[in-house]
C-alpha cells in the first residue's frame, strides 16, 4: 500500500500529464501513480482542468496580430511591438512546491547577505514554455520545431520552475518582437513559481515567414524588460535567429520554442 509520504507530489504529477519526463522515467512513474489510491483521479482531474483551461477561452480574447501590425503600418516602426493586457491566470490546480535549502554558494541572485530565507526550486527542473495550438477538436500541444501556419491560434503558458520574475517574448522571420508579458511597466512580472500558467490571450500568428520564436527569460530576482527586449532586437539581425540563444547577462535564465512557418 502506498504511504502518504511516498504520494506522487503534484509537480511530478503535472509532469506525468504533460509527458515531459524520460520515457522509461515516465512509464516508472506511471506505474507507482496507478498503485496510489487516488493516483490516477488525480492524474484524469489534472488532465481535465488542463483541457477546460484551454477551451474555454472566447474567441473576443483572441490577439489578432495581423490586424494589429496592419494597423501600425501608418504609424513610425518602434524598436519593439507590445501585444496588450498580458497578464496571468493559473490553468491548474495550485502545485506543491519542492523546497529546497541550497548552499550559500548557489544562494538565488538577489538575496541579501545574512537573508536565511529557504530558496524555492523544483528539483532538477527548468523553466520552460509549453505552447498549445487552438483547435475545434481540443487544444494541440506544439513541440520546438512544430510544423505552424498563418493564422494558427496559439496559447502561451510557462513553467516557472521556482523562478520568481520573467519576461515573455517573440520574435518572427521579419525581425519583428513582440512583448507578451508583462503587460505593462518597464520591469520584469512576478511568475507563479510552479504549475504551468496560462497566459490570458492566445496568439494568431500572422504571415510572416520562416519561424516564429518565444523565450521564456527569468530569474530569482526583477530585472528590466528592456534587457531581453534589447536582446530579441539584437537577435533579430542574425542569420540563426530561429536557433541561436539571447544575449543576456548570466543571472538570467532563458528558455524558447521555436514554430516552423509554412505556406
Known sequence: ?????????????????????????????????????????????????????????????????????????????PAFRLSPAWGLVPALAAVALVMVVLPSSETGHGTAPGDTREVTRIKGLAPQLVIHRQSAARPERLADGAAAAAGDVVQVAYIASGRSHGVIVSLDGNGAVTLHAPDEGSRSMALVPSGTQVLPRAYELDDAPGFERFFFVSSDAPFDVAVVLAAAEALAGNPDASSAPLSLPENLTQASLTLEKHE
Open 1 to 77: 500500500m502506498t504511504s502518504a509520504h511516498h504520494r506522487t507530489p503534484d509537480w511530478l504529477l503535472e509532469r506525468i500529464a504533460l509527458g515531459e519526463l524520460p520515457p522509461a522515467e515516465l512509464a516508472a512513474a506511471r506505474a507507482r501513480l496507478a498503485e496510489e489510491p487516488d493516483g490516477p483521479a488525480r492524474l484524469a482531474a489534472l488532465e481535465s482542468d488542463t483541457r477546460a483551461t484551454l477551451e474555454a477561452l472566447p474567441p473576443a480574447r483572441v490577439v489578432r496580430e495581423v490586424e494589429a501590425r496592419a494597423a501600425r503600418q501608418d504609424a513610425p516602426r
